[in-house]
């Protein structure tokens, strides 16, 4: 069965660059794209963008741009969700989700806590 | 951006009672293709989100039949027949027709 296994909780300083990892199992990784959604402590959630594990095409959301990078390594079937220059409001749980279909946001991991303080 | 609103933001149902939640989206949701790009997803407490409905109607696989959804355009609504306690968490629209996906802020549901 599909599964996507995210990396564990990370706390950073301000400034500082966090890279989350989600590696998948149960499926062709390079036959769905993938996406990233975060939700701030106690908020709704926010769409950051995706990669197409095939080509490495990316497709950021305008207001992460220049902030985020979405990678992957098909050897290992895992893809990868950087966010640089982290702010106080990037405390979020970071979660992978797979398409499927048409359903852009099917599958989903487990989230990832990053924390950041000084 | 598709702003998408929910109405309402909190709902405390009695077992076994219907609820119904409202979804709307700024732009309509239907595609050249015939398809309307609006799915349902049930965040329960301490889970990652899970899909419950896609394409306005679709139920996804092993999701009862007391959830249905229905709508169409900008105007959308998820109904659960009879709620159980197993329904309670917080309830998100989310439209993919347009990039960047967006969601609704949430409905909380509740069991009195």
């Known amino acids: 069965q599909v599964q996507l296994v995210q990396s564990g909780a990370e706390v950073k300083k301000p400034g500082a660059s966090v890279k989350v990892s989600c590696k998948a199992s149960?499926?062709?990784?390079?036959?769905?794209?993938m996406h990233w959604v975060r939700q701030a402590p106690g908020q709704g959630l926010e769409w950051m963008g995706w990669i197409n594990p095939n080509s490495g095409g990316t497709n950021y959301a305008q207001k992460f741009q220049g902030r985020v990078t979405m990678t992957r390594d098909t050897s290992i079937s895992t893809a990868y969700m950087e966010l640089s220059r982290l702010r106080s409001d990037d405390t979020a749980v970071y979660y992978c989700?797979?398409?499927?279909?048409?359903?852009?946001?099917?599958?989903w991991g487990q989230g990832t806590l990053v924390t950041v303080s000084s | 951006d598709i702003v998408m609103t929910q109405t309402p933001l909190s709902l405390s149902v009695t077992p076994g009672q219907p609820a119904s939640i409202s979804c709307k989206s700024s732009q309509s949701l239907l595609h050249s293709d015939g398809k309307t790009y609006l799915y349902w997803y049930l965040q329960k407490p301490g889970q990652s989100p899970q899909l419950l409905i896609y394409?306005?109607?679709n139920r996804f696989s092993g999701v009862p039949d007391r959830f249905s959804g229905s709508g169409s355009g900008t105007d959308f609504t998820l109904k659960i027949s009879r709620v159980e306690a197993e329904d309670v968490g917080v309830y998100y629209c989310?439209?993919?027709?347009?990039?960047?996906?967006?969601f609704g802020p949430g409905t909380k549901v509740d069991i009195k």
């Open positions: 989310m439209q993919s027709i347009q990039l960047p996906i967006t």
């Open positions: 989700a797979r398409e499927m279909a048409t359903i852009p946001v099917g599958y």
């Open positions: 394409e306005v109607s």
């Open positions: 149960g499926y062709t990784f390079t036959g769905y794209y």
